[in-house]
């Protein structure tokens, strides 16, 4: 029998173990005009420089940073979080601090969490006071070899360098979320060539979540991915140069590579012209098994999404382009262009909206082309273009088969390449769409209900796991964000828990039962999904791209 004395005793280790962790649980004030001598503890006694709260905090802490320029100042914790216990610098309610500095030579890095992890900045922005090369900051941040950390609710303004914000060395489970990244590197370097990436994920770095957040003028790119299993979500991205280095003047958007990424409710529009590339398309979508739907890609220079191969990225296969909508690019809608590498293959572009693209006859008469010279798959890569709505005069280009043709020609002579796709006009909302919302479809227009399914059952069944013919479709979201919503045979939508590569197989978050060769499809509203991004009445939309300040609730 457990004696009274016992209990006691375990109860009073319980609430003294307790007591000690709330005790290292600390508050503390940093503020441009306090005292490093201060107890920093109130924000009547803040300390004076981030160095101190650097040096100080330790996992469970928060650091509130008052109103004000912090000049060579940067955040660069000198220990860890732990899980529920993340350190954090947030800025002071109501009060905005700005990490800054006085010269050219002054901050090389803002926030850096090389090393680190749970760590929160939320709300701090950093200001590098002029346009590239004279910036006073080159990079905004480093997550190098960093994980669990979260920078949140900033404004990046001017940074020098190759990158703003740079997620490297297997930096893992870090979110980037509703920021404003602006003005990175140098259009023009004086020789004809840009530099500057606003963000870069590389080198094995993986499950990382960008979402929410505003790219603009990345000289270079706004967002370069080559790792694996990234999600890209929510985010707009426009690399729009015309008010600082004249009209028409820009760069390239963003590059997809590595394997099995998410860039899913993005906006991706004008991408203009570079100093050293005077086309950029909206996106290259590259490496193997990624995923791009119900994105936004429109008024680009030129194509809205090419698909390459270099000796660096070696492969472009097996990516699934789908459900998106892709308007008003000067060049073609999706190109195919083999250069060096392992080749192209095994690329999907399903249940897409073409329309009103190649609006710059400089660029190419073809809504699709394919230059795949030497490619060891073939002159069209055994790639798949079927379901999606374009225009009645839609024409593809395959260089080294046949040259310029029509979409039905095609579809006669390549079958197993082009197949099932809508020639018809789809009818938006709005005749001359500028937003997302723009591009929903009106009733009665052609691509309503009229998705193809993704794939299709491989065998009659019940429970919660499901055998598919190409379980590469859909996504369980990695551990970051929910799981696809998918409807089996037309029943009622279930949420995928698990996605098996290897095996085709999805796990759902409640049983059900299927037949064989049943469709397979995202979530949807009528009688079937729609054709392109928007999908009508209700389901998985795009958010509607706020203007940065919203995002913030603070100007540019």
Same mark, same amino acid.
């Given at each position: ?21 709330? =005790?290292? /649980?600390?508050?503390? &004030? !940093? *503020?441009?005009? @306090? ?8 924000? $009547? %006694? ?36 732990? =899980?529920? /216990?993340?350190?954090? &610098? !947030? *800025?002071?309610? @109501? ?8 010269? $050219? %030579? ?28 004279d910036a006073y900051v080159d990079h905004f941040v480093n997550l190098y070899n960093a994980s669990y950390n979260t920078i949140s609710n900033g ?14 060395y297997e930096a893992h489970h870090n979110k980037l979320l509703d920021n404003v990244i602006d003005h990175v590197g140098v259009w023009d370097d ?161 249940n897409n909206i073409v329309y009103r693209n190649r609006t710059r006859s400089d660029l190419g008469a073809a809504d699709f082309f394919f230059r ?185």
């Amino acid at each position: 029998m457990i004696s009274t004395r016992l209990v006691a005793s375990c109860l009073l280790c319980l609430c003294a173990g307790f007591a000690t962790s709330l =005790a290292i /649980s600390a508050e503390y &004030y !940093v *503020a441009p005009n @306090g005292d490093d001598g201060n107890s920093g503890t109130s924000a $009547s %006694s803040a300390w004076r420089t981030i160095g101190k709260a650097n040096a100080t905090l330790k996992p469970g802490d928060v650091v509130y940073l008052r109103g004000g320029k912090y000049v060579n100042d940067p955040i660069r914790p000198s220990r860890s979080g732990a =899980a529920g /216990s993340e350190i954090r &610098y !947030v *800025a002071y309610p @109501g009060e905005q601090p700005v990490l800054t500095s006085k010269s $050219s %030579s002054g901050l090389t890095v803002a926030i850096d969490l090389t090393d680190r992890s749970y760590i929160v900045v939320d709300g701090i922005d950093v200001d590098g006071v002029k346009p590239g090369p004279d910036a006073y900051v080159d990079h905004f941040v480093n997550l190098y070899n960093a994980s669990y950390n979260t920078i949140s609710n900033g404004t990046f303004r001017y940074a020098n360098g190759w990158h703003g914000i740079r997620i490297t060395y297997e930096a893992h489970h870090n979110k980037l979320l509703d920021n404003v990244i602006d003005h990175v590197g140098v259009w023009d370097d004086g020789t004809g060539h840009d530099y500057g990436d606003a963000i870069q994920i590389l080198r094995g770095s993986h499950h990382n979540l960008l979402r929410g957040n505003v790219l603009k003028r990345g000289a270079h790119n706004l967002l370069q991915v080559d790792a694996p299993n990234n999600i890209i979500v929510e985010n707009v991205f426009e690399n729009d140069w015309s008010e600082t280095e004249g009209t028409g003047k820009g760069g390239r958007n963003l590059t997809l590579m590595g394997k099995r990424n998410l860039f899913e409710r993005n906006v991706v529009k004008n991408a203009l012209a570079s100093a050293d590339e005077p086309a950029n398309a909206g996106m290259k979508t590259e490496g193997q098994w990624n995923i791009v739907r119900r994105n936004f890609i429109f008024r680009n220079i030129n194509e809205g999404i090419t698909t390459e191969t270099h000796s660096d990225s070696k492969a472009s296969q097996n990516n699934r382009i789908y459900h998106n909508t892709i308007y008003g690019n000067g060049g073609p809608a999706w190109g195919l262009v083999f250069y060096t590498g392992d080749g192209i293959t095994g690329n999907v572009f399903k249940n897409n909206i073409v329309y009103r693209n190649r609006t710059r006859s400089d660029l190419g008469a073809a809504d699709f082309f394919f230059r795949l010279a030497s490619n060891p798959m073939g002159i069209v890569g055994q790639s798949l273009v079927e379901g999606n709505l374009i225009s009645a005069d839609a024409k593809v280009d395959i260089r080294d088969g046949g040259g310029v043709m029509t979409l039905e020609k095609a579809m006669q002579q390549y079958p197993d390449t082009f197949r099932n796709n809508i020639l018809a006009t789809p009818t938006f909302v709005r005749p001359d769409p500028q937003e997302p919302e723009d591009f929903a479809l009106a009733p009665g227009s052609r691509g309503i209900d009229e998705a193809l399914p993704l794939t299709r059952t491989t065998g009659a069944g019940s429970g919660t796991v499901v055998a598919v013919a190409d379980a590469s479709y859909f996504s369980d979201g990695f551990g970051l964000i929910e799981g696809d919503r998918i409807q089996i045979g037309g029943g009622k939508p279930l949420k995928v828990t698990k996605v098996d590569y290897a095996a085709n197989t999805l796990t759902l978050s409640e049983s059900t039962e299927w037949s064989k060769d049943a469709p397979v499809t995202l979530e949807y509203a009528g009688n079937g999904p729609d054709i392109g991004a928007y999908e009508a009445v209700h389901g998985p939309q795009a958010r509607k791209p706020m203007p940065p300040n919203s995002l913030t609730g603070r100007p540019l």
